[in-house]
């Protein structure tokens, strides 16, 4: 406003009135350039329990900062938040999942439904809920990995055949990418595992980063997001 005010006070001639109208003419054309996008980290909410959550390890040991650094290393520039809570279901996962969009993610990864299993949750109840967070962050338009859980066999074939589908179906019917099984490659290995035989150690957790990266990196390739820093 002050250089406006100032140029104003220039239209006393002709001249002076020229040199004003050609100054104001140069500040709308600045006005009206398009801003260009600044190239910005790609912030990746990670939706889960305590599996995600880092129950039981070191601050650095945890899912989320072993993979932010597995991405890291690889030249991408992320943030992962970390939006995991110890003993949530996904009916809590559904609850929050309005606080955990307020940090705009651009990305993100669910991980729910292992507390569901192990509290004998009715499969359709946990398969309603993720359903519904799926199709908010669609309308959020932001692209998800869905992580998905198997059921434990000692709950009955019964229980595993209504459970262990729910995450390939609503992959497949809210058309976001899956990674079949979050504890692959973990699951039932002592030497990866807490003395409860439930939560991954440190080893186990970067045994599951170096399986799910790949999937991330193609998340955040497929997204067309992706930048490097």
């Given at each position: 406003?002050?250089?406006?005010?100032?140029?104003?006070?220039?239209?006393?001639?002709?001249?002076?009135?020229?040199?004003?109208?050609?100054?104001?003419?140069?500040?709308?054309?600045?006005?009206?350039?398009?801003?260009?996008?600044?190239?910005?980290?790609?912030?990746?909410?990670?939706?889960?329990?305590?599996?995600?959550?880092?129950?039981?390890?070191?601050e650095t040991d945890g899912f989320?900062?072993?993979?932010?650094?597995?991405?890291?290393a690889k030249g991408h520039d992320?943030?992962?938040?970390?939006?995991?809570?110890?003993?949530?279901?996904?009916?809590?996962?559904?609850?929050?999942?309005?606080?955990?969009?307020?940090?705009?993610?651009?990305?993100?990864?669910?991980?729910?439904?292992?507390?569901?299993?192990?509290?004998?949750?009715?499969?359709?109840?946990?398969?309603?809920?993720?359903?519904?967070?799926?199709?908010?962050?669609?309308?959020?338009?932001?692209?998800?990995?869905?992580?998905?859980?198997?059921?434990?066999?000692?709950?009955?074939?019964?229980?595993?055949?209504?459970?262990?589908?729910?995450?390939?179906?609503?992959?497949?019917?809210?058309?976001?990418?899956?990674?079949p099984f979050f504890l692959d490659?973990?699951?039932?290995?002592?030497?990866?595992?807490?003395?409860?035989?439930?939560?991954?150690?440190?080893?186990?957790?970067?045994?599951?980063?170096?399986?799910?990266?790949?999937?991330?990196?193609?998340?955040?390739?497929?997204?067309?997001?992706?930048?490097?820093?």
């Amino acid at each position: 406003m002050s250089i406006l005010w100032s140029l104003a006070r220039l239209r006393t001639d002709g001249a002076a009135r020229r040199l004003f109208n050609a100054a104001l003419l140069a500040l709308c054309a600045v006005a009206a350039m398009p801003v260009p996008a600044q190239a910005g980290t790609i912030r990746i909410l990670v939706l889960g329990d305590s599996l995600t959550a880092g129950f039981g390890l070191d601050e650095t040991d945890g899912f989320v900062p072993q993979l932010e650094s597995a991405l890291r290393a690889k030249g991408h520039d992320v943030k992962l938040l970390n939006g995991g809570v110890s003993g949530d279901t996904s009916a809590g996962g559904l609850d929050r999942l309005d606080w955990a969009l307020a940090d705009k993610p651009d990305l993100a990864i669910v991980e729910l439904g292992a507390n569901d299993m192990l509290r004998g949750v009715d499969p359709a109840s946990t398969r309603a809920n993720l359903d519904k967070i799926l199709a908010r962050l669609g309308q959020e338009k932001i692209p998800t990995l869905l992580a998905g859980m198997r059921a434990a066999r000692n709950l009955g074939p019964a229980y595993a055949a209504s459970f262990d589908p729910i995450f390939p179906e609503l992959a497949e019917a809210h058309g976001v990418a899956l990674y079949p099984f979050f504890l692959d490659g973990v699951a039932t290995i002592t030497a990866l595992n807490q003395p409860d035989g439930m939560h991954p150690n440190a080893a186990g957790v970067k045994a599951i980063v170096e399986r799910i990266t790949p999937a991330v990196v193609e998340l955040i390739r497929s997204s067309g997001l992706a930048k490097t820093g």
